[in-house]
């Protein structure tokens, strides 16, 4: 006797057991496809909810900052007058120390500019990833992410609206006068 005999004999006159338990396996098969798509959503929504915060952390980042300037333009140009001056020196004693001056304010200045090329190269690093146009580009896609997710949701639904449609015909079907 297979599954589908046992459920006519227990269905009664009516059937109501038999649609019981096919409503049943069509909800048991559905379950987990209706859960994921739930779950899509759900992620989406909290990452759109990360993306927004994002933002406004990187607006308020941007509205905080606060004009830097920068100290090579200085030293650049006092590194300048420090070579006229020791071409200006008139004794050996004179000329040595203005040297020794200007030697460690060019050493000062090589390492300047090598540690403001890193930082500069950070700092668009930063914007690049974590800055007001990378925080609305990834607002951007978190939005359609979450519209995709929405949309599967609805696929998935529409798929057991469809099941449970077809589930009511075989019944209609099944329980009406046979055909001949």
């Known amino acids: ?40 959503v759900r ?13 406004a952390a990187a607006r308020q980042a941007a509205e905080e900052e606060r004009y830097r300037s920068d100290p090579l333009v200085f030293m650049r ?8 001056g020791l071409d200006r020196k008139t004794t050996p004693k004179k000329v040595r120390n ?3 001056f200007l030697l460690d304010r060019a050493v000062e200045l090589a390492a300047g500019e090598v540690q ?3 930082d500069d190269a950070e700092a668009e690093r ?21 519209e995709a997710a929405r949309a599967a949701q609805e696929r998935v ?3 057991e609206r469809a099941a449970r449609r077809g589930l009511d015909l075989m019944l ?3 329980s009406g006068p046979p055909e001949g």
């Open 77 to 84: 140009s006092t590194l300048q007058e420090e070579v006229e």
């Open 43 to 55: 992620d989406a929504e909290r990452g759109l909810a990360e993306a927004n915060e994002r933002l």
């Open 1 to 40: 006797m297979t599954d589908q005999d046992r459920a006519q004999e227990t269905a009664g006159a009516d059937g109501v057991g038999e649609r019981d338990e096919l409503v049943y396996a069509l909800e048991g098969r559905f379950a987990p496809h209706v859960g994921a798509a739930a779950s899509l």
């Open 157 to 159: 639904a529409s798929a």
């Open 172 to 174: 209609a079907k099944l």
């Open 126 to 146: 930063a914007e690049r990833e974590d800055g007001v146009q990378a925080s609305l580009a990834a607002q951007e896609r978190a939005e359609a992410t979450l």
């Open 98 to 100: 203005a040297y020794r």
């Open 116 to 118: 403001g090329f890193h």
